[in-house]
């Protein structure tokens, strides 16, 4: 087994290969791997990188410590919010990411480690096999909050889960427990937490022994009827989410998590 971090023991993203498995590892435990640019930028080189590599069959996907990924850094993105001017942006950001998995042509397998919030939820939509820790938790907090869905989630949960449960795990910002995630059909399969990785890599190694060739062409030809209903949602959700950031709403969410306290919404201008 190879192991390499672009950026030392210190990277945000951990990168070994074995059996023509490649492992990236989300690596900001001590922030719950919540993605800042930094992150979302390896990640995405991460992808890209592994789509090119001809070495490379198959994607496994992991974070570092009790989290899978805690979603988008609050702490850049009230940064953001409050001082645009002064914010930089990465090279890839949240929609480099987001194109590159749309875009990534070889399987994909994601194994939740831990808790997983927006991005750390969404990212599920693009998986071909999701694994999920019976100790893991999920969840969507776009509208506590005070923003739109994120990364295509609005075409693909509805599609995987059927609209009930999507309007639940999109609309309510309520924990999911591995179970419920299972049963509503967002993640294929459970393992205990010190067996997860395992299950994953043995169902990575199986596919991995196959052709890349075949492995490319038969995700290629699945996945081709939704690329245009991905590539609309995405756009759908980036205006929703550019309208609402800043707004009178997502300022108090904003607020409230800098402040540790719970938002309160029951003030805010009829209509938000």
């Given amino acids: 087994m190879t192991t390499s971090a672009s950026e030392g023991s210190s990277s945000p993203l951990l990168v070994s290969d074995e059996a023509r498995v490649r492992t990236l590892t989300l690596n900001r435990p001590e922030a719950l791997n919540a993605c800042n640019e930094a992150l979302y930028d390896a990640l995405t080189d991460g992808l890209l990188a592994a789509a090119e590599d001809p070495a490379v069959a198959v994607l496994l996907l992991t974070g570092a410590g009790r989290a899978f990924c805690a979603g988008t850094d609050l702490v850049e993105m009230a940064s953001r919010v409050m001082d645009p001017e002064s914010y930089v942006e ?15 042509p070889k399987p994909l397998v994601v194994a939740v480690n831990g808790l997983g919030l927006g991005i750390g939820t969404t990212i599920l939509g693009f998986a071909d096999l999701a694994f999920m820790s019976t100790a893991a ?15 295509a989630s609005s075409f693909l949960f509805p599609r995987l889960l059927g609209h009930q449960a999507a309007t639940w795990a999109l609309l ?20 205990a937490p010190e067996d997860l990785m395992a299950e994953a890599r043995r169902h990575a190694e199986v596919l991995a022994a196959k052709p890349i060739s075949s492995l490319v062409a038969c995700k290629r030809v699945m996945v081709a009827p939704l690329r245009q209903e991905i590539a609309a949602a995405r756009e759908r959700e980036n205006q929703c989410f550019a309208e609402l950031m800043g707004g009178p709403a997502n300022t108090e969410a904003l607020a409230a998590f800098g402040e540790g306290r719970v938002a309160d919404f029951t003030n805010l201008p009829p209509g938000w």
């Fill in 90 to 104: 990465g090279k890839h950001g949240f929609l480099g990411l987001v194109d590159a998995l749309a875009a990534f």
């Fill in 137 to 151: 938790q999920l969840k969507c907090p776009f509208t506590s909050l005070a923003v739109a869905p994120e990364a």
């Fill in 172 to 191: 309510s910002s309520e924990w999911l427990s591995a179970e419920e995630a299972h049963q509503m059909g967002l993640v294929w399969k459970l393992a």
